[in-house]
């Protein structure tokens, strides 16, 4: 099973990531993370710190010859903003100069939970592991998982449906036939847009709110649609909680900085219905199989894949770093006073949504692993294949 860590302060010397678990055989092309790191890093919304990153992973181990060799891969991304904080972030002698310490917490940031809770008498610390740089690890240790998953027929992608008051009515009629290419279909057609959405007038909408909102210190949030194609049915299970892949999978993308919201298919509009409009109706059909008209289920049900396309839909409250300021109060003094501002963006769904695609990466790789095991990604191919032919035979009439 693949299991990973990420370490390092947003303005640390590095980022790193150590992965463990991934199959031996998976090849992976050196521009491969880099391209998701970059990818990662665009957005009509991002702040300043993006003009001074260009976010590159080194590769420490578990790759020969460009495939995997069943190691653990260990990866570091430097922050090229820390020849900035040698002072502030000083790792062992603490310097001469006086460094101000951060006294008023942001509503909305980990940092009054994170002062006290770890008995700092500065916030700063909080503020270093809590920012959502610490994705970028996320997104380069992710990739390995997609690469992976792609060599066997499983795709991972991602747009924006909307960003503040800028949403969209109803899905691009693209989407269904860009899904049908492959997830990373959806991926590429929203990379072509600043705010990677597909719809033309919610993205002029989303850029024109990201705008407004800048000009008056504000920031914005959004929804982020999420895609997995090529899964076949029955990974995952219900018999157990810590089984149940529509948890891990709402697990993971909850992990995300500032997602506070999970959706799987259409959940929240299905509340609102009977049963009988709730449900995806099975159809047979003598080239397909089973098929169905609708995926209001978003490929989950009882907790397994079901064949369809996984879909999942995460929101992403505004960022809590504000020019704008809150109410806030100094931890020190506890007098109350207005929050202080930290270096921000203004708006980073974008950007999520990358982050999305790489952490569901590694729970969908898992539940593939728990399925078929295997070492090295031919044999494993090999189970899926048949497993997948298995599947087929059954439905055949
Ligand atoms: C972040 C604050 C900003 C963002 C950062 C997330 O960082 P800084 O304070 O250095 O300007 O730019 O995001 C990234 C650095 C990144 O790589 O995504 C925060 O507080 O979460």
Same mark, same amino acid.
């Given at each position: 099973m693949i299991r990973y860590f990420t370490a390092g302060e947003s303005?640390?010397?590095?980022?790193?990531?150590?992965?463990?678990?991934?199959?031996?055989g998976v090849p992976i092309n050196s521009d491969e993370i880099n391209t998701q790191? @970059?990818?990662?890093?665009?957005g009509h919304g991002r702040g300043g710190r993006m003009k001074i990153e260009t976010d590159k992973a080194e590769v420490l181990s578990g790759i020969r010859f460009g495939k995997t060799i069943g190691s653990p891969i260990g990866l570091v991304i430097n922050n090229r903003d820390w020849e900035n904080w040698t002072t502030t972030m000083a790792q062992f002698e603490k310097p001469d100069a006086e460094i101000a310490k951060i006294s008023i917490p942001r509503p909305g940031h980990a940092d009054l939970a994170g002062r006290i809770k770890f008995g700092f008498d500065d916030i700063r610390p909080v503020i270093e592991?809590?920012? @959502?740089r610490e994705t970028a690890a996320r997104v380069a240790a992710g990739t390995l998982s997609k690469v992976f998953l792609k060599a066997l027929g499983i795709e991972i992608g991602s747009y924006i449906s909307a960003i503040g008051p800028a949403a969209e009515a109803a899905p691009d009629l693209r989407l269904a036939e860009l899904l049908s290419q492959g997830a990373e279909a959806v991926s590429k057609q929203a990379d072509l847009s600043p705010v990677r959405m597909l719809e033309k007038t919610t993205e002029a909408a989303a850029l024109a709110a990201i705008d407004a909102a800048k000009e008056n210190g504000d920031t914005l949030g959004g929804i982020i649609e999420i895609f997995v194609t090529g899964v076949p049915l029955g990974f995952g299970s219900y018999v157990q909680h810590d089984r149940r892949l529509d948890a891990a999978l709402a697990a993971a993308i909850i992990s995300i900085q500032a997602i506070k919201g999970v959706e799987i298919g259409s959940a929240f509009e299905n509340a609102r219905k009977p049963g009988s409009q709730g449900h995806d109706e099975f159809l047979l059909d003598k080239e397909n199989g089973v098929t169905r008209k609708t995926n209001r289920a978003g490929g989950l049900?009882?907790?397994m894949s079901s064949g369809q396309i996984i879909h999942l839909r995460a929101a992403m409250k505004p960022i809590s770093s504000l020019?704008?300021?809150l109410l806030s109060f100094d931890v020190e003094t506890l007098q109350p006073?207005?929050?202080?501002?930290e270096r921000s963006d203004t708006c980073a769904v974008p950007a999520a949504g990358v982050v999305a695609e790489a952490v569901v990466a590694p729970v969908i790789a898992n539940a593939l692993l728990e399925k078929l095991g295997g070492?090295?990604?031919d044999e494993i191919l090999q189970r899926l294949n048949l497993y997948r032919?298995?599947?087929?035979n059954t439905f055949r009439t």
């Open positions: 303005h640390g010397p590095a980022l790193s990531a150590i992965v463990e678990g991934m199959p031996a790191l @970059a990818r990662r890093q665009q592991r809590s920012s @959502a049900e009882g907790s020019v704008s300021p006073t207005l929050s202080r501002f070492d090295h990604l032919e298995n599947i087929r």
